[in-house]
C-alpha cells in the first residue's frame, strides 16, 4: 500500500474512522476485500482506503503489520497468514500431459487427413473375399503403417507451450502455420479429385471390358469376386490420397523450429514460442528501447553544470563550493533507491561493478569521482528514517525524497529529467552557493545554452534539485503536485550511455533486409535523435520524423482525445524516433503499425521491451523481445523471446534464423512436392493403364520416409547464411511456392515422369530383361520393376541436392559440408537402398540388380543434377503460365475470431453497452453540427444588438470522461502534464477532483474535463425566453 500512499492523487479529508469489525482469522480484512482493493488504482483507492479503514495505518493496524518494520519473526504467524491469504508466489503452470500433447497434433489438417484415409482403409483391411486373401488387404496394411501421427506434432512440443494469457490474446495464426495450413487443404483437394477420377476410371475400365466388351451377365454367385475388384480400386484410390497428401509437412516445420530454437540459444535468444522464431522471418519492423540495447547500459557523469559553470568532465572538488558539494552528495545518496550502489570490481583492472539502476549508478559514481563516498550518508540516515517517497513514475519522470531535518524542518531531494524538472524550480544555487532567482527567461537561457548542447552531444541530462520546509510550514503530503515545486536548483548532469560497438552495422544490415528500425524511448528528444544518428537509425538526407511523446499524441489524436487510424498513418511511415515516450505511446504506435491497411501487405512488428509497463506492447506485437538482464519477470512472461544479453544484435540473428525457418520450408516443400507429383502421376497412370503400380505399397513406404522424415531431418536442418538478410522480408502474403519453385517442381517432375515411363514402357527392350508388366498375381519380383524403383529413388537422392536452393541459385553444392546432417542422410540413404535392392527380396518386391544396372541408375540419378543447370537456364520471367502456390489466409477467409485478434475480451453486455456509446456519440455530434448552424445564425442576428453570453458546447459535455471513448483502456497517462507550456496551464481550467480519475489521469496533459463550468444543459436552454431561436434550441 506504499505505493497507493505515495501516489499523486487528489486530496480527500478522510472521514471518520469506522468501527473495526471482526473478520476471520483475527485479522480485520478478508481476502476478498485486499483483491477488491488492489484492483483500484490512485484517488478511487485512496477513497476506499479512508472510506473502509480510515487511513493506510488503520488498514496496517487490521492486518497486524508496521508500514515501516513490516511482519514480525513469528513462524506461527507467518504460518497462520499463509493459510488465510495464501503463499506470495506466482504457482507454476501445469505441463502439459502426454495425451493433451497427443491431441494437439492430431489436429493439424494434414493429420486429418491421413487420420480419415487410415481409418477407411484399416475398416476395408477387414473384408476379405471367401477363398483367398486379397492383394488389397495387404496394400491397404501397408497404407495403414504410413498413419503416424504422433511423428509430427507442431503444435505438440515437448516443451511447455505456455498460452498467452494477456487481455489482449493472439488469436491469429502465425504466418507460416496458415499459409501451411491453407496449402496442405489445397493439396489434399487435389488429391481427393485424384483419387476419385482414379477409382472412377478402374471402375469404369472394369465394368466396359466385363459386362460390355466380354458381354458377361452378373451372376449372383460372382459378386464376392466384383466386390472385391471394386474394393480394390477403392484401395488403390486411398493410395493415391495418402501419396498425395504431404504428411511430412507438419513433421518438417516442428524440426526446423526446434532445431533453430536449440541454436538460437547459442545466440543469445531464449525462444519461449516455437512460431514466434519463424515470424520473426517476415519481421518489418522492429521498435527498440535504447538503454541497454542499442547502448551499453554503464551510464557515466560527462558533463555537469554547478554554481553557474558548465564543466565538461568532472569538476575538482576544490572547485566547488562546500555547500554545493554537500547538498549535491546528499541529494544523491538520499533520494536512490537503496539497493542501487557501486561494488568493486570482481577482476583486478574491471572496471566498478554497478548494481540497480543504472541512471543511479552514474549519479553515484560521480559522488565517487567527486572523491566523496555516499555509504556514509546513507549509513546516517537509514531507509527507515526517510520521511517520505516519491517514487520514480514514467509519466512525471522525476523521483523524490523527505527527510526530517534535526530542527523539525523538512528537505525535499528530487531529480528527475533537466527540461520538466526545471519548470519546477523558482530559484538556483550560484558560484557561492547561494540562492537566487530562477524566472522562465533563465530556465529557457538554460536549455538553449546548456541542455541542448549536452542532449546533441547525446547525453541524458538530469535535474537534482531540493527543497526546505519549515516545522510550521508541513505541507499536505499526498499532494505531490503541490509538494514538488518551488525547488532550488543544485545542478544539471549529462549522463553518457555509448552506443554497443556492434549495433550500427546490425542496424545496416536489418536496412538492408528491407527492415525498419525505430527507437521508443523516454530520453530527451535530442538525446535520442544524437543516438539514432550515431546507430544508423537516421541518415542525413532521408526523410524522418523524430517526435516527443507529447507532439506525437497531439497528431493523432482527434478534438475528444480519441486515436484515429488515419492520423497515425500519416505519422508512423516515416517516425524513426519517438522520444520522452510513455509505454502506452509505445503500445498505441505498435498496435497503430499492425492495424495499418496503407503498404502493400500488413506490418510484422518486433518490440523490445524491459519493463512491467512494456507488458500491453509486448503482447500486442507480433514478436515481443524482453531483456534477460534489465528485464522484469512481467516483461519476460508477456514476451515470445528473451534477449540474454540484452544486446540489439541479438534480434538481427533471431531475424536471421526466422527466415532460414521459412527457406528450410520452402526448400522442403519444392522437394517433397516434386515425389508427390511424380508418385501420384506414376500411381494413377500404372493403375488405369497396367490396372497395377509401378510402386508397390512397401516401396511406396520407403520412398514416403525418404521424403518425410529423412528429407525433413536434411532440408530443415540447414544453417543460415548472412545471404538471407540481403533480400526483403517475404510478408504476410508472399507465397511459400515462388514461381521459380514451381518451375523447378514441374521441371524435375516432368525428368522424373519422362524417364519412369520410358522404363516402364520399354525399359525391358533396353536392358534386354523379362517384362514385368502384366505379370501374374504371386510371381518373384521382377528386375524391370526393381531397376524402375531403383532409378526413382536415385531421382529423389539428387534432387534433394538440387533442392537446397529454392531462388534459382547454379551452385547447388555451396555450403553443403557445412550440414553434417544432410550429407549423412544422403549417404544413408543410398546405403540402405543398397541393402533393400540387393538383399530385400520378397518383402521389399526388389530383385537383384547387376553392376552395370546399379551405374545406369545412377547415371539417370545424376542427370537430375544436369537437368537442375537447364532449368535453372530458363527465365522465371518468360514463363507467365506459372502460377504461385500456398498464399496466406486471405482477410475475406479469416474467421471473425482471428480478425477479432489484438481486441479485448469482452462479454455480449459490454459489447452493446460500446454500441449504446457509439450510437449516442453520433447523435450528439450530429446535434452538435445543428447548434453550430443555428449559433452561427443567432451571431448574425444578434450582431451589433447584444451579446450573447459565452456558453458550453454540446462539444464540450462530449469531452467529459464519462462520456470519452478512448482506443484503448487508459490506466497509464498519454501525456507529462510537467511538459505542458505555462500559458496553457494558465489558459486551461484545472481538473475537478473526480472519485473515476487516477492519479495518472490527473498527471496526464490531456485533461478530460469540460471546458466550462456550465453544463450542455445550461448551454442550449440558456437563451433568453423572448429569443426568437429559443423554441429551435429547446428542441435541438
Known amino acids: 500500500m506504499g505505493d497507493v500512499a505515495n501516489s499523486s492523487v487528489e486530496f480527500h479529508p478522510k472521514p471518520r474512522q469506522q468501527r473495526e469489525a471482526p473478520h476471520a482469522g483475527g485479522f480485520g480484512c478478508t481476502l476478498a476485500e485486499l ?174 471390358e466385363t459386362f460390355v466388351v466380354d458381354g458377361r451377365a452378373w451372376l449372383a454367385e460372382c459378386t464376392p469376386v466384383y466386390v472385391q475388384y471394386f474394393v480394390k480400386f477403392f484401395i488403390i484410390g486411398v493410395t493415391v490420397l495418402v501419396v498425395a497428401v504431404p504428411e511430412g509437412l507438419p513433421l518438417a516445420v516442428t524440426i526446423s523450429l526446434a532445431y533453430s530454437v536449440k541454436k538460437m540459444m547459442r545466440d543469445n535468444n531464449l525462444v519461449r514460442h516455437l512460431d514466434a522464431c519463424e515470424t520473426m522471418g517476415n519481421a518489418t519492423a522492429i521498435c527498440s528501447d535504447k538503454t541497454g540495447t542499442l547502448t551499453t547500459n554503464r551510464m557515466t557523469v560527462v558533463q555537469s553544470y554547478l554554481g553557474d559553470t558548465h564543466y565538461k568532465e568532472v569538476p575538482a572538488p576544490s572547485a566547488l563550493t562546500p555547500k554545493i558539494l554537500d547538498l549535491l552528495v546528499h541529494a544523491i545518496s538520499i533520494n536512490s533507491a537503496y539497493t542501487t550502489k557501486i561494488l568493486p570490481p570482481e577482476k583486478e583492472g574491471a572496471l566498478p561493478r554497478q548494481v540497480g539502476n543504472k541512471t543511479e549508478c552514474a549519479l553515484l559514481g560521480f559522488v565517487l569521482d567527486l572523491k566523496q563516498d555516499f555509504q556514509p550518508v546513507r549509513e546516517q540516515i537509514p531507509e527507515d528514517k526517510l520521511y517520505k517517497v516519491y517514487t520514480f513514475n514514467s509519466v512525471r519522470k522525476s523521483m523524490s525524497t523527505v527527510i526530517r531535518m534535526p530542527d523539525s524542518g523538512f528537505r525535499l531531494f528530487s531529480k528527475g529529467a533537466s527540461e520538466i524538472l526545471l519548470k519546477k524550480c523558482t530559484n538556483i544555487l550560484n558560484s557561492n552557493g547561494e540562492l537566487r532567482s530562477f524566472r522562465p527567461r533563465d530556465r529557457d537561457d538554460m536549455v538553449q545554452k546548456i541542455i541542448e548542447p549536452m542532449a546533441c552531444d547525446g547525453l541524458r541530462t538530469i535535474c537534482i534539485a531540493y527543497r526546505d520546509f519549515s516545522a510550521a510550514q508541513e505541507p499536505d503530503w499526498d499532494n505531490e503536485n503541490e509538494v514538488v515545486g518551488d525547488l532550488t536548483c543544485i545542478a544539471v548532469v549529462g549522463i553518457e550511455d555509448p552506443v554497443r560497438p556492434e549495433v550500427p552495422e546490425a542496424i545496416r544490415k536489418c536496412q538492408r533486409a528491407g527492415i525498419t ?94 519493463g512491467t509497463n512494456d507488458g500491453p506492447a509486448l503482447k500486442k506485437a507480433d514478436v515481443g523481445f524482453a531483456m534477460g538482464i534489465a528485464g522484469t519477470d512481467v516483461a519476460k512472461e508477456a514476451s515470445d523471446i528473451i534477449l540474454t544479453d540484452d544486446n540489439f544484435t541479438s534480434i538481427v540473428k533471431a531475424v536471421m534464423w526466422g527466415r532460414n525457418v521459412y527457406d528450410s520450408i520452402s526448400k522442403f516443400l519444392q522437394f517433397q512436392l516434386t515425389v508427390n507429383v511424380v508418385a501420384v502421376i506414376v500411381a494413377f497412370t500404372g493403375a488405369c493403364i497396367t490396372q497395377d503400380s509401378p510402386l508397390k505399397a512397401v516401396q511406396m513406404l520407403w520412398v514416403n520416409l525418404i521424403m518425410d522424415t529423412f528429407a525433413s531431418l536434411a532440408l530443415a536442418t540447414e544453417p543460415p547464411t548472412e545471404s538471407l538478410l540481403l533480400r526483403k522480408p517475404y510478408g ?54 526393381t531397376i524402375i524403383f531403383n532409378t526413382f529413388v536415385m531421382m529423389q537422392l539428387f534432387n534433394e541436392i538440387n533442392a537446397r ?124 453540427t445543428q447548434i453550430r448552424v443555428v449559433k452561427a445564425f443567432r451571431s448574425s442576428l444578434y450582431e451589433g444588438l447584444e451579446k450573447p453570453e459565452s456558453k458550453t458546447s454540446i462539444h464540450n459535455f462530449m469531452a467529459t470522461p464519462e462520456f470519452l471513448i478512448n482506443d484503448y483502456t487508459h490506466n497509464i497517462p498519454l501525456i507529462d502534464d510537467t511538459d505542458v507550456d505555462e500559458n496553457e496551464e494558465r489558459l486551461r481550467a484545472p481538473p475537478p477532483p473526480s472519485p473515476n480519475q487516477n492519479n495518472n489521469a490527473i498527471d496526464s496533459g490531456v485533461y478530460l474535463t469540460t471546458r466550462g463550468t456550465k453544463s450542455a444543459t445550461s448551454s442550449v436552454f440558456s437563451s433568453r425566453p423572448g429569443s426568437p431561436l429559443h423554441s429551435v434550441e429547446t428542441s435541438l
Open 805 to 928: 536452393k529454392i531462388h534459382g541459385e547454379r551452385n547447388v553444392f555451396h555450403g553443403i559440408f557445412g550440414n553434417p546432417i544432410f550429407c549423412t542422410i544422403v549417404l544413408g540413404t543410398f546405403v540402405i537402398q543398397i541393402v533393400i535392392v540387393q538383399f530385400g527380396g520378397k518383402p521389399f518386391s526388389c530383385s537383384p540388380l547387376s553392376t552395370e544396372q546399379w551405374l545406369w541408375c545412377l547415371f539417370v540419378g545424376v542427370g537430375e543434377l544436369v537437368w537442375g543447370q537447364v532449368i535453372a537456364t530458363i527465365p522465371t520471367s518468360q514463363l507467365k503460365c506459372l502460377k504461385e502456390a500456398g498464399h496466406g489466409p486471405g482477410k475475406d477467409e479469416m474467421t471473425d475470431e482471428e480478425l477479432a485478434e489484438g481486441e479485448e475480451e469482452i462479454d455480449h453486455a459490454e459489447r452493446e453497452l460500446r454500441r449504446g456509446q457509439i450510437l449516442w456519440f453520433r447523435g450528439l455530434n450530429r446535434i452538435q
Open 732 to 785: 504476410r502474403d508472399k507465397p511459400l511456392i515462388s514461381r521459380t519453385m514451381m518451375k523447378n517442381i514441374l521441371g524435375h517432375a516432368a525428368y522424373q515422369l519422362t524417364t519412369i515411363f520410358t522404363l516402364l514402357f520399354v525399359g525391358e527392350l533396353f536392358f534386354d530383361i523379362d517384362s514385368g508388366r502384366n505379370a501374374p498375381l504371386h510371381s518373384p519380383p521382377s528386375e524391370h520393376y
Open 35 to 208: 483483491r477488491s482493493l488492489m484492483e483500484l488504482r490512485g484517488a478511487e483507492a485512496l477513497q476506499k482506503v479512508q472510506e473502509t479503514y480510515g487511513d493506510v495505518g488503520g488498514l496496517c493496524r487490521r492486518l497486524k503489520t508496521s508500514p515501516t518494520e513490516g511482519l514480525a519473526d513469528n513462524t506461527n504467524d507467518l504460518e497462520k497468514r499463509r493459510q488465510i491469504y495464501g503463499q506470495n508466489f506466482i504457482p507454476p503452470k501445469q505441463p502439459k500431459t502426454f495425451l493433451q500433447l497427443v491431441w494437439e497434433a492430431l489436429q493439424d489438417v494434414t493429420l486429418i487427413i491421413l487420420e480419415v484415409a487410415a481409418i477407411v482403409s484399416l475398416g476395408l483391411s477387414f473384408y476379405a473375399p471367401p477363398g483367398e486373401e486379397s492383394e488389397a488387404k495387404k496394400q491397404d496394411g501397408a497404407v495403414a503403417m504410413e498413419m503416424q501421427p504422433l511423428k509430427s506434432a507442431e503444435g505438440g512440443e515437448t516443451e511447455e507451450r505456455e498460452k498467452k494469457k494477456a487481455n489482449v490474446p493472439k488469436k491469429e495464426k502465425s504466418v507460416l502455420q496458415g499459409k501451411l495450413t491453407k496449402l496442405a487443404v489445397q493439396i489434399g483437394k487435389a488429391g481427393l479429385v485424384m483419387s476419385a477420377v482414379t477409382v472412377i476410371i478402374l471402375a469404369l475400365y472394369f465394368v466396359i
Open 517 to 610: 528500425v525505430r527507437m521508443v524511448t523516454g530520453d530527451n528528444i535530442n538525446t535520442a535523435r544524437a543516438i539514432a544518428a550515431k546507430c544508423g537509425i537516421i541518415q542525413p538526407g532521408e526523410d524522418f520524423l523524430c517526435l516527443e511523446g507529447k507532439e506525437f499524441n497531439r497528431r493523432i489524436r482527434n478534438e475528444k482525445g480519441e486515436i484515429e487510424q488515419e492520423r497515425l498513418d500519416k505519422v508512423w511511415p516515416k517516425l524513426r524516433v519517438l522520444a520522452r515516450s510513455s509505454p502506452t505511446d509505445k503500445h498505441t504506435l505498435v498496435k497503430g503499425i499492425i492495424d495499418s491497411n496503407t503498404g502493400e501487405q500488413r506490418q510484422v512488428v518486433a518490440v523490445t521491451g524491459d
